[in-house]
């Protein structure tokens, strides 16, 4: 499955709103739940803070689909 491509409009984006605006989630807090259940990788690492703040070259990872940020 090929990666999506999402281009940050500010300096960072929340992963939980990342997830919402990319349709892997169906809502702000469908994503933060996916999240604490431990789905979300960061560059490769569990990442468990739902609002952590996802910025330009970082590689998100749910469910075999990436999401580069640029």
């Known amino acids: 499955?090929?990666?999506?491509?999402?281009?940050?409009?500010?300096?960072?984006?929340?992963?939980c709103d990342l997830l919402k605006l990319t349709a892997l989630a169906d809502s702000?807090?469908?994503?933060?739940?996916?999240?604490?259940?431990?789905?979300?990788?960061v560059d490769g690492k569990v990442e468990l803070r739902?609002?952590?703040?996802?910025?330009?070259?970082?590689v998100v990872e749910l469910a075999g689909q990436q999401i580069k940020v640029k």
């Not at 702000?28 to 999240?35: C, E, N, P, R, T």
């Not at 739902?50 to 970082?58: V, W």
Request: glycine share 18%; with cysteine; charged share 15%.
């Open 28 to 41: 702000g807090g469908a994503g933060k739940a996916l999240v604490a259940g431990g789905l979300v990788k």
């Open 50 to 58: 739902k609002t952590c703040k996802i910025r330009a070259g970082q």
């Open 1 to 15: 499955m090929p990666a999506l491509m999402f281009t940050l409009t500010g300096e960072f984006i929340p992963l």
